[in-house]
């Protein structure tokens, strides 16, 4: 079955070190999406892509890049990280056509100390 | 880019109540979609509506998308403890991409 995995699960992190979360989907979706989840801020979109080589900046991009080297990857990189960046982080997946149902992974938990 | 509200952002109801949550736009919408998000899980996407005044249904769900696509209701009759969990609307934020509301949190009381 087609799936949506994000590595690692938990992170603990010291302040200022880079960090990189995983997502790797196997539904062979055009569409990918990075959010962060915070108490009381829902869902907000850090960066997305269309397909490969595509990158975009969502509502809430500083600090954080991604690359787009193929069709089931999105690694999102935090290049110092802060504790303001201390969140769930989300990957999602959608297909380039029709209803554009987001396929969300189980997320990671990243704690900046 | 486009803002959505719902409200209310908690709500606690005794079992076999109903419960119902509201996503509000100032701007007119092409579809919304409704997510559910169980406690310690991820979101699951639940259904898109794109019609002036679709109305759909999935067993105990009702799902409404308002006469001017302006808004939107989700309504659950007579509530399950499978029914606890985080309910978000989202809404075309541009191509191919969506805002979500900030969710309303359901908490069922056996």
């Known amino acids: 079955d087609a799936e949506i995995t994000q590595s690692p699960r938990h992170k603990i992190t010291e302040t200022g070190r880079q960090v990189t979360l995983a997502c790797h989907q196997t539904w062979n979706h055009n569409n990918m999406f990075w959010y962060r989840q915070d108490l009381g801020h829902g869902l907000r979109l850090i960066h997305y892509s269309y397909g490969v080589q595509d990158t975009n900046k969502g509502e809430v991009s500083d600090g954080y890049s991604v690359s787009r080297s193929n069709t089931e990857d999105l690694p999102l990189t935090l290049e110092s990280a802060a504790s303001s960046q201390t969140s769930v982080y989300f990957c999602?997946?959608?297909?380039?056509?029709?209803?554009?149902?987001?396929?969300f992974g189980p997320g990671t938990r990243l704690t900046v100390l | 880019g486009q803002q959505v509200m719902q409200i209310p952002q908690y709500q606690h109801v005794q079992e076999g109540e109903d419960f119902t949550t509201y996503c509000n736009s100032s701007t007119t919408l092409s579809n919304i979609q409704w997510y559910k998000q169980r406690p310690g899980g991820h979101p699951v996407f639940l259904i898109q509506l794109v019609k002036s005044g679709e109305v759909k249904k999935q067993k105990r769900l009702t799902f409404q998308f308002g006469e001017a696509k302006k808004n939107s209701s989700l309504h659950i009759t007579a509530t399950q403890t499978t029914d606890v969990g985080t309910y978000f609307c989202?809404?075309?934020?541009?191509?191919?991409?969506?805002?979500f509301g900030t969710g309303t949190k359901l908490q069922v009381i056996p």
């Open positions: 999602a997946s959608s297909a380039l056509a029709g209803v554009n149902e987001q396929f």
């Open positions: 989202a809404v075309s934020g541009g191509y191919q991409k969506v805002t």
